[in-house]
């Protein structure tokens, strides 16, 4: 028998308080079905608790494309394509009515001579959409005008230059009021990967003002928050880079750290704020490794503990046998993290309070805290129909869960509550 | 040498007939032995006869995938030095671009047009290398143990040079016992490191081959082969191609007559904007399937024959007929064969004539000579029907 401690018990209160005034501003959102889960007991030394399974709400499906990549604004979601499904490309950027649980396609754009459209963000101000475009070499970046967030019109799509090669992922970044996208480039045959920062000042030309070789082989996600760059730079690691927090800039960071996971294949980061414990020392970092994708997947869950940001180090991992993690969204109010994890379905791990702290039953071999001993493991959610998912990208909104599935399109779920 | 062509495949892809018509495999190649010293070089022309690939069900490789990628202009430029033999042993050292000593002879030098789709499993080819061979021989019988250190890089480009940093950083060592002058046994190993980038940082292949061989010129050819790639990271292996391969070819009154057996696992990667060409490399170590080739091709050539007024020409019409399956290896995959060439099973046809002007060398990519044999008389097969 074991009983929440009273920081848990808080925390989860403070928790249930900022989720209700969430749901309170999410205007016409539904209010979905949401699964409550137990509180952690992250140094608890008994069998970990079985995660329970999100409520199924939803699916758009698309059968004709494979789908990569999902953002959600409101009432609308915006999901990419990629790569050749029985010969057609993946060209396409969906756009969905998400306001009701069932997401109904209402439009799309294809962009020219992609082969896949990878990340898709709307900014801010929800004024402009940036889409990533492979293939080499008509790798480039498209820039939609969102003032009929249902009607995207594009106001630029790049060719030629250092994107050619592939902007294998993108993301829109404020920093000092400046809106950027940060662009990470495929490695070509002698051209090495490289990330390019390009200021949206005027969406309409777009300007270079940093560009640096990065990653080994591969540069692939980067986060940015409070003047920090995380460049997830496989086989190097993380960067952690000043863009501003400390002197630093856009057009000049300067390299503060590198965090080095184990088994490297940094994929993609995020930097967790936590407002209930006031929190901002972990990162998680995704680990891909080597797969089949539809079939097959590897890679980890890494959180690293950044409280010096000169000298990183990785507490805890989650591991899940014969599936590997993909792109993470976190519900920081409730303290979730959202881990896309391909045939693995959708993980949910508990990502308040201490990840690194644990009992020696609780640790790997090598010292880590092993989030599934924790019990941190909390939820799973894999569509619905029982159907083999492989997903690519999640996002949590104040409206629901959206899992992009690469084989059959985007699923809505109930987020998880404390 | 070269070949005229045309090709009909049904389907190529999406359900498509393509036909085509080429001058493939068009290759100047020219030897010469001063004392000890033997120079074995080729041009291959197919850069500017060849751009977009021949279509060739399975094939992939350097860039593209169903259509053979066309060779590097050096082909082959090596130089060789052999000692005098004592009590049977021979010393070779050799340097170069040129084939590894890895696998089996080139398919150019083989009875068929269309290559094999272990190709890559089978050969390592237009690398820059140095090679140091010991060979020991009694009569037509020998043992030769072949060792050599080479740049790991694939050729980007018909007309794009090794990267010379890389040289040495893979290597391959080859067994080869020859019991009897028709039969050769080979079986050799190789690490290649990052071929599908050439900054490096790509998966590195530990490949295994072997192979019997049995050639009795003009008459009877037979070759059975099995191959193997790994590609890993580090000491980890993370996916495995495995091939084998039957071929064998007779001759009667000049008529010869050949059929080809061939099962091999093909990575399958993303395809570009053309459908027939794919990125060097694994995106993010990422493949998108392992599909499984099965083909059987028969080839029935006419005697050879010569241009009237052209001296030392030699013209072998031919007709050349595969059947290919395809099979999905892992599922779900999201590269379906049935779905992406819109049928599993492909046909081939291919007619053409085989044109070549003096005497053509037997075999390609041995730089170290058979016990008892001078580089004068090392012609081709083809040449022997």
């Known amino acids: 028998m074991t009983y929440a401690r009273p920081r848990h018990m808080m925390g989860a209160i403070a928790s249930a308080l900022l989720a209700t005034a969430l749901s309170a501003c999410g205007g016409s959102d539904p209010a979905p079905t949401q699964v409550a889960v137990t509180p952690p007991r992250d140094t608890t030394p008994t069998t970990p608790i079985a995660p329970s399974v999100l409520t199924h709400l939803g699916q758009g499906a698309v059968p004709e494309r494979y789908t990569a990549e999902v953002w959600v604004r409101g009432t609308t979601a915006y999901t990419t394509t990629w790569g050749t499904r029985a010969g057609v490309r993946g060209n396409a950027v969906k756009i969905w009515d998400v306001s009701a649980n069932q997401p109904q396609l209402v439009d799309s754009v294809i962009v020219a001579n992609a082969t896949t459209t990878g990340d898709v963000q709307v900014s801010d101000d929800g004024s402009l959409m940036l889409v990533a475009i492979e293939s080499n070499p008509n790798g480039g970046v498209a820039i939609y005008s969102m003032a009929n967030p249902r009607a995207p019109q594009l106001i630029t799509r790049t060719t030629g230059g250092e994107l050619q090669y592939g902007v294998h992922t993108a993301e829109l970044a404020r920093v000092n009021g400046v809106l950027y996208a940060f662009c990470s480039i495929d490695p070509a045959n002698g051209v090495p990967a490289r990330l390019v920062v390009l200021d949206l000042s005027t969406p309409s030309a777009p300007r270079t003002v940093w560009s640096q070789q990065m990653g080994t082989p591969f540069i692939h996600d980067v986060f940015v928050r409070d003047g ?65 994708i539809g079939s097959s997947s590897i890679g980890d869950v890494h959180v690293v503990d950044i409280s010096n940001l000169a000298a990183p180090v990785e507490v805890a991992v989650y591991s899940v046998p014969g599936a590997g993690t993909h792109n993470f969204s976190v519900d920081e109010a409730r303290g979730f993290a959202y881990a896309a994890y391909y045939n693995g379905g959708v993980r949910v791990l508990d990502v308040r309070g201490e990840l690194g702290t644990c009992q020696t039953a609780q640790k790997t071999a090598d010292g880590r805290c092993n989030l599934t001993s924790m019990s941190r493991h909390r939820a799973t959610y894999s569509g619905s129909g029982g159907v083999p998912v492989y997903v690519w990208g999640v996002h949590w909104s104040a409206s629901g869960l959206f899992a992009s599935d690469m084989l059959n399109g985007l699923w809505r779920a109930a987020p998880a509550v404390r | 040498m070269g070949t005229g062509l045309l090709t009909t495949a049904n389907p190529a892809l999406l359900g498509r007939r393509y036909t085509e018509g080429y001058l493939t495999q068009p290759n100047l190649m020219g030897d010469a032995t001063v004392g000890p010293v033997r120079f074995t070089g080729t041009l291959n022309f197919e850069g500017y006869t060849l751009r977009r690939g021949e279509l060739n069900a399975g094939i992939y490789g350097e860039g593209y995938a169903d259509r053979r990628h ?33 696998g089996t002879d080139d398919p150019m030098m083989r009875p068929f047009v269309k290559y094999p789709v ?162 060097n490399g694994h995106v993010d170590f990422q493949l998108v399937g392992v599909t499984r080739w099965s083909i059987g091709t028969v080839q029935l050539a006419a005697p050879r024959t010569g241009i009237p007024r052209l001296r030392s020409t030699h013209v072998t019409p031919f007709v050349e007929v595969a059947r290919a399956t395809a099979r999905a290896l892992r599922t779900p995959a999201v590269f379906v064969p049935a779905e992406f060439y819109g049928s599993d099973t492909q046909w081939s046809v291919s007619v053409g004539a085989r044109i070549h002007v003096g005497t053509m060398r037997r075999r390609m990519g041995h730089y170290v000579l058979p016990a008892g044999i001078r580089s004068s008389n090392f012609p081709s097969a083809h040449t022997h029907r």
């Open chain 1, 228 to 292: 920090l760059l995380f460049t997830a730079e496989w086989t190097d690691g993380v960067g952690i880079w000043d863009i501003g927090a400390q002197g630093g800039s856009v057009s000049a960071p300067r390299l503060l750290g590198r965090a080095r996971t184990v088994g490297g294949q940094a994929h993609n980061v995020w930097w967790v704020h936590d407002p209930v414990t006031q929190s901002k020392k972990y990162l998680l970092v995704g680990q891909e490794g080597p797969g089949s």
């Open chain 2, 70 to 102: 066309p060779h590097t202009l050096v082909h082959e430029a090596m130089l060789a030095l052999a000692t005098p033999t004592r009590a049977g042993f021979r010393l070779t050292v050799a340097g170069g671009k040129g084939f590894t000593p890895y």
């Open chain 2, 118 to 279: 272990n190709h890559h499993h089978a050969q390592i080819l237009e690398r820059v290398q140095l090679l140091g061979a010991v060979q020991f021989a009694r009569g037509d019988r020998s043992v030769t143990v072949e060792q050599g250190w080479f740049n790991g890089d694939e050729p980007v480009g018909p007309f794009t040079g090794p990267q010379w940093s890389r040289v040495g950083d893979s290597r391959s060592t080859r067994l080869t016992v020859a019991p009897h002058r028709a039969i050769e046994w080979q079986v050799s190993r190789a690490f290649v490191r990052s071929p599908g980038l050439i900054q490096g940082g790509a998966f590195d292949h530990n490949q295994l081959s072997s192979s019997l061989r049995y050639d009795v010129p003009d008459k009877r050819y037979a070759l059975l082969e099995i191959a193997r790639t790994d590609e890993s990271l580090g000491a980890q292996r993370v996916f495995r191609f495995a091939s084998a391969l039957v071929e064998t070819s007779m001759v009667h009154r000049g008529w010869a007559f050949s059929g080809r057996a061939e099962r091999t696992d093909r990575p399958e990667s993303e395809r570009l904007l053309d459908l027939f060409r794919i990125p």
